[in-house]
Nanobody, 123 residues
Framework: QVQLVESGGGLVQAGGSLRLSCAAS????????MGWFRQAPGKEREFVAS????????YYANSVKGRFTISRDNAKNTVSLQMNSLKPEDTAVYYC????????????????WGQGTQVTVSS
């Protein structure tokens, strides 16, 4: 079992930046691939970014590539998502995810979810 708690969401103007963090507790953090997903109103949850257990490989949705950066600190049991050049279409609830196997996209299974944090980008 692992528990995930997100923080860092909020309201920002288009072009601005936010940094989301996810703190994990429970089983050894480093055995999990970590990721971020988001869900906008009226839309399905979608993959945003992920990082492998060691942090050596990252994956990004095309819509955020070049603007968002995922990182992890296995010593602190945290994963972060730095979001730059935010757009109104980035508005969504962002969820932290953990899985013992790699998370690479929308169809990847996810073993654990956080409760979500709201990100709102105004135009």
């Amino acid at each position: 079992q692992v528990q995930l708690v997100e923080s860092g969401g909020g309201l920002v103007q288009a072009g601005g930046s936010l940094r989301l963090s996810c703190a994990a507790s429970g089983r050894t953090f480093s055995i999990y691939a970590m990721g971020w997903f988001r869900q906008a109103p009226g839309k399905e949850r979608e993959f945003v970014a992920s990082i492998t257990r060691s942090g050596g490989t990252t994956y990004y949705a095309n819509s955020v590539k070049g603007r968002f950066t995922i990182s992890r600190d296995n010593a602190k049991n945290t994963v972060s998502l730095q979001m730059n050049s935010l757009k109104p279409e980035d508005t969504a609830v962002y969820y932290c995810a953990a899985n013992q196997r790699s998370i690479t996209g929308d169809s990847s299974p996810v073993g654990y979810w956080g409760q979500g944090t709201q990100v709102t980008v105004s135009s």
